[in-house]
């Protein structure tokens, strides 16, 4: 059986602790303009110290459940979020349970909105590198079930990834078998984050081969910045014969940029990408990507989030689920035809 946790601040404790008022703690946490900066970061601060949670409405008699899970992304904006959203929110609709989902952006104030969150719901996942930082996911986790999914890991805590440098590896080992020399790497390689395990499984294989990247185009997993980078790499004259982009939205923005400038692709730049999206197999010439379980990953989640709202022992051990290389006809070899797909299985590999 889980643990009983220690009892709960309230408070009066952090009124207490930062020696305000109740009413200018509850401003404080709601992010209300009329508490002073300095008086609000000393709320904060004593709730922090004092593994404070807000209860919410639903929350008002002891015992009772809200029914309701949380989920925290950085956005919703292309597929990739898209299809976790909806992978976590049919998972806790066949069990009954409705989502709230809060987006933690560069922009937001994280703190805040993720303590209101745990205030409301039963659990809570945070997926994908966000706003949050890991020590308030800690702290989260002294009070509410918490799991989380392609981020780092928070220990003795549940954990999805879909594996990223095993495949990562292995696309980058095809271009190198296909000629390919001179390679640059096009994403934001951010530590513990899904691109940030792509680079290393691409550096890997070029030290392995004696070789370095190019250049590396850290920028942001958007079309825009795709094709801002085929357009800097031509106006700069940098040589390259294959792009390995961090995902499918920068590879097809740099593809078209690229030939919509005159490059033919693969025969002067090969360009792959990850995620496979839908139109990676529709564009000419097809993308060469990789697939990921991204709904899975996020009905896994919500059902493990369920699992421990119920009662059960966290498994400290991560779960990592199978990415599957996609060859169409964008990384330059032979490739199958109209409408087929090679699809090679990397082993698993433990996230670290």
């Not at 946490?29 to 004092?50: I, Q």
């Not at 459940?65 to 976590?88: E, K, M």
């Not at 104030?109 to 997926?127: C, E, H, I, K, N």
Request: contains cysteine; charged residues 25%; hydrophobic residues 45%.
């Amino acid at each position: 059986m889980r643990s009983t946790p220690d009892r709960a601040a309230t408070i009066y404790a952090v009124a207490q602790r930062a020696g305000v008022s109740t009413a200018t703690v509850s401003r404080a946490l709601a992010g209300s303009e009329k508490v002073a900066p300095r008086t609000r970061e000393a709320v904060l601060a004593a709730a922090r110290e004092l593994h404070y949670v807000p209860d919410g409405a639903a929350r008002a008699l002891a015992g009772r459940r809200t029914n309701a899970l949380g989920l925290v992304l950085p956005h919703i904006d292309g597929p990739y979020y898209a299809a976790v959203l909806v992978g976590f929110e049919m998972a806790a609709s066949d069990l009954g349970l409705s989502v709230v989902l809060d987006l933690a952006g560069p922009d937001t104030d994280p703190d805040r909105a993720v303590r209101q969150l745990a205030g409301t719901v039963d659990g809570v996942a945070f997926m994908a590198r966000s706003a949050v930082e890991d020590e308030l996911i800690v702290e989260i986790a002294t009070r509410r079930p918490v799991v989380v999914a392609a981020r780092s890991r928070i220990p003795g805590r549940d954990a999805f990834y879909a594996e990223n440098t095993v495949a990562a590896a292995r696309l980058t080992a095809h271009l190198l078998e296909s000629g390919r020399r001179r390679l640059a790497f096009v994403g934001r390689p951010e530590p513990d984050s899904d691109i940030g395990a792509r680079h290393e499984g691409f550096r890997n294989v070029l030290a392995d081969a004696g070789l370095a990247p190019v250049a590396t185009f850290a920028v942001d997993p958007v079309e825009e910045e795709g094709a801002e980078v085929a357009r800097e790499l031509l106006e700069d004259g940098v040589d390259v014969d294959a792009i390995v982009c961090g995902n499918d939205q920068l590879a097809l923005a740099v593809m078209h940029e690229l030939q919509e400038r005159g490059v033919d692709v693969p025969s002067t730049i090969a360009v792959v990408g990850w995620d496979d999206v839908h139109a990676s197999r529709y564009v000419r010439p097809g993308l060469t990507t990789v697939a990921q379980p991204v709904e899975e990953l996020g009905a896994l989640a919500a059902r493990r989030l369920a699992e421990l709202v119920d009662g059960a022992d966290p498994v400290p051990e991560a779960v990592v689920l199978d990415s599957r290389i996609v060859h169409r006809a964008s990384c330059g070899c032979a490739h199958p035809g109209r409408g087929e797909e090679l699809v090679v299985d990397p082993s698993p590999q433990e996230h670290p």
